[in-house]
């Protein structure tokens, strides 16, 4: 029989949040794949685990992934844990529990501290519907890319950010996004923890005279639902009735299924529609 990963989090700050169960998990298994060894050694010294560890980061994912895999198989128990909170959450864990899937190897997770959760929960926006965005890709083209998305995002958005971006990031949303609602996190859960709710242009000002220390995370509010909806509606009432009504026949909708979308896309009733296009006689 193969082994299991154990997928463990770990504290983002206060060590008192690591959990009995991620512990006992820690001693017991056969090799510990750590993001950093030398970060996680503080950690495992603190709580007296000796097992052995061995790295696993973004620079070895795939070929330290095939590695573990074959440990696993082999019949070993694998924990995986990163610098600080949940594994495979904007982390090369993701690979590793995909090659586990692939090989049909047991994958159970030991819940605990994430960073996205503890922000979110804090940062007074709506949180029952939101996105996760991690860190934004370095990559020009694909950053705009992604900040193009986010601009008619209707969820609540998080996102990472490091000390020496941050001004650089908060200037680019304010663009894509125009100014919203954000609430900003650093130092969560440790003893100088700070939780700033404010607006994407005073955040930017705030930064522009303070120098940003710590790791970030920001939640930003997502764009307002009617403010989509009537930009869709313009949208579409930029084209004739039966433009719009052609753009949909085009793609195979019989005219009642073309002229009930149209209705819906315009905010009106079928019979407006059917009005407009062939007069006041009454609909068939």
Same mark, same amino acid.
């Given at each position: 029989?193969?082994?299991?990963l ?5 504290p983002?700050g206060n ?10 998990t820690?001693?017991?298994v056969?090799v510990i794949?750590a993001e950093?060894t @030398?970060?996680? !050694?503080?950690?495992?010294n603190?709580?007296?685990i000796h ?5 696993y980061?973004?620079?070895n994912?795939?070929e ?7 440990r ?5 128990d !694998?924990?995986?844990i990163t610098d600080?909170?949940t594994?495979?959450?904007?982390d090369?864990?993701e690979?590793l529990?995909?090659m ?12 605990? *501290?994430?960073?996205?959760?503890v922000?979110l929960?804090?940062?007074g926006? *709506?949180t @029952?519907?939101f996105?996760?965005?991690g ?11 992604v900040?193009? $998305?986010l601009?008619?995002?209707? @969820? ?7 000390p ?7 200037a $680019?949303?304010l ?16 003893r ?7 607006t994407?242009?005073?955040a930017?000002a ?8 710590g790791?970030?995370?920001?939640v930003?509010?997502? @764009?307002?639902r009617?403010e989509?909806?009537q ?5 579409? $009432? ?11 026949e085009?793609?195979?909708?019989d005219?009642k ?6 209705a ?9 529609i059917?009005?407009?296009?062939h007069?006041?006689e009454?609909?068939?």
């Amino acid at each position: 029989m193969s082994g299991t990963l154990y997928l463990c989090a770990t504290p983002i700050g206060n060590l008192q949040d690591m959990t009995p169960r991620v512990v006992e998990t820690l001693r017991a298994v056969d090799v510990i794949a750590a993001e950093d060894t @030398r970060n996680s !050694v503080k950690l495992l010294n603190h709580f007296d685990i000796h097992t052995p560890m061995t790295s696993y980061h973004e620079y070895n994912k795939v070929e330290k992934a095939r590695q573990l895999v074959g440990r696993l198989l082999a019949g070993e128990d !694998v924990a995986l844990i990163t610098d600080a909170g949940t594994p495979a959450i904007s982390d090369p864990g993701e690979v590793l529990v995909a090659m586990c899937q692939e090989g049909n190897v047991p994958v159970t997770s030991l819940p605990g *501290p994430s960073a996205c959760i503890v922000a979110l929960t804090l940062s007074g926006l *709506p949180t @029952r519907r939101f996105c996760f965005e991690g860190f934004l890709p370095r990559e020009k083209k694909e950053r705009r890319a992604v900040l193009g $998305e986010l601009a008619g995002e209707p @969820r609540t958005m998080v996102l990472y950010e490091a000390p020496h971006h941050l001004k650089g990031t908060l200037a $680019e949303l304010l663009e894509a996004l125009g100014d919203r609602r954000a609430t900003l996190c650093r130092e969560l859960t440790k003893r100088f923890e700070t939780v700033m709710p404010t607006t994407l242009s005073q955040a930017l000002a705030f930064y522009e005279k303070e120098e940003p220390r710590g790791e970030y995370v920001l939640v930003v509010a997502g @764009r307002d639902r009617e403010e989509l909806r009537q930009e869709e509606i313009a949208a579409w $009432e930029s084209m004739s009735i039966a433009e719009h009504m052609e753009y949909y026949e085009r793609q195979g909708m019989d005219g009642k299924a073309a002229m009930k979308q149209v209705a819906k896309d315009r905010g009106v009733g079928k019979r407006e529609i059917y009005a407009k296009l062939h007069g006041p006689e009454r609909e068939s």
